[in-house]
């Protein structure tokens, strides 16, 4: 079975500035898919980023990057200018993408608190 | 506008009923899923649906039960048998494996007493 592990479970960050989110797993698999989702207090999920595990780019959305180390199993979220819109908890999530089971499994998610 | 929709936000039961969540999504999206959201351990999977009339328990499918007789609909039933129902619970769909985003649903809040 496969395990998402996120070992910070606050992180916080000045307004403006830059913030990494740390996200390791372990999988036997060698074809899968990772995601960050943002939940603010609505706790709506927000899907913020996706990464495909036969790519060795680096995912990018606008203010948000990853770095995937696929040898490490090491999937971390940085976010660049942090804006007050950003404060939520952040999970990062793993997904099969051949047979077998189907479903994302989760880290435990870190709060990030931005601060004015 | 396409989505996927929960109802109602909020639940209240007793102790001993059975209690069913709507999930609805007209995304035209072929897979169907329930996670469970408890305080500090994020979200984990109940049940799966990747096509009509047809489902698979997920990590923590025990004291829960689902039905798939529509694309739109996958409704959850929490049993009696489930030690501990008080939680939040999300509906997710997606496309189907070709297309791995899953889209969320804003979740029913569900206490029981």
């Known amino acids: 079975a496969q395990t998402v592990t996120q070992s910070q479970p606050e992180m916080s960050v000045q307004e403006a500035e830059t913030v990494t989110l740390s996200c390791t797993y372990d999988?036997?698999?060698?074809?899968?898919?990772l995601f960050w989702y943002k939940q603010p207090p609505s706790r709506q999920m927000i899907l913020v980023i996706r990464?495909?595990?036969?790519?060795?780019q680096n995912a990018t959305e606008n203010r948000f990057s990853v770095n995937f180390q696929k040898a490490a199993k090491s999937f971390s979220l940085k976010i660049s200018d942090s804006q007050l819109g950003d404060a939520a908890m952040y999970f990062c999530?793993?997904?099969?993408?051949?047979?077998?089971?189907?479903?994302?499994?989760f880290g435990k998610g870190t709060h990030l608190i931005i601060q004015p | 506008d396409g989505g996927i929709t929960q109802s109602p936000k909020y639940l209240f039961r007793k102790e001993g009923q059975n209690v069913t969540l709507s999930c609805e999504q007209n995304?035209?999206?072929?897979?169907m899923y329930w996670y469970r959201q408890d305080p500090g351990q994020g979200l984990r999977l109940i049940y799966y649906s990747q096509i009509v009339n047809d489902f698979q328990k997920g990590d923590i499918a025990e004291g829960y039960s689902v039905s798939r007789e529509k694309k739109e609909s996958f409704p959850l039933t929490v049993t009696s048998a489930q030690k501990n129902p008080t939680a939040f619970y999300l509906c997710?769909?997606?496309?189907?494996?070709?297309?791995?985003?899953?889209?969320f649903g804003p979740g029913t809040r569900l206490t029981v007493t």
């Open positions: 995304l035209n999206h072929d897979a």
């Open positions: 999988t036997s698999e060698s074809d899968y898919y």
């Open positions: 990464q495909e595990a036969y790519k060795q």
């Open positions: 999530a793993y997904r099969n993408s051949g047979g077998g089971a189907d479903g994302l499994t």
């Open positions: 997710a769909s997606s496309i189907g494996r070709a297309r791995n985003e899953q889209y």
